[in-house]
Nanobody, 124 residues
Framework: QVRLVESGGGLVQAGGSLRLSCASS????????MGWFRQAPGKEREFVGA????????NYADSVKGRFTISRDNYNNMLYLQMNELKPEDSAVYYC?????????????????WGQGTQVTVSS
């Protein structure tokens, strides 16, 4: 079992930055590929980005590429999402998720564990 807890959300003006954190406990964090997803009101959950188990490989949704950066600290069991140049359309609840195995994926159903989410609101 893996427990994930997100933090770092809040209200920010357009063009600003936020750094989300996801703390993992339970089974060995480095065994899991990790992903970030987001869900806005009335919309489906969408992929934001993912990172491989060793942190060497990342992939991002086109909508955030060049603005968001995923990183992880396997020693401290932490996942991060640095969000720069935020836009109002980035407003959503952000979730971190863990997936067993080597390969990352953009498909939410392939992830095994989820956090409770943290709200990000970007004002115009």
């Amino acid at each position: 079992q893996v427990r994930l807890v997100e933090s770092g959300g809040g209200l920010v003006q357009a063009g600003g930055s936020l750094r989300l954190s996801c703390a993992s406990s339970g089974r060995t964090f480095s065994m899991y590929a990790m992903g970030w997803f987001r869900q806005a009101p009335g919309k489906e959950r969408e992929f934001v980005g993912a990172i491989s188990r060793n942190g060497r490989n990342t992939n991002y949704a086109d909508s955030v590429k060049g603005r968001f950066t995923i990183s992880r600290d396997n020693y401290n069991n932490m996942l991060y999402l640095q969000m720069n140049e935020l836009k109002p359309e980035d407003s959503a609840v952000y979730y971190c998720a863990a997936k067993g195995g080597v390969v990352t994926t953009i498909t939410a159903d392939r992830y095994d564990y989820w956090g409770q989410g943290t709200q990000v609101t970007v004002s115009s």
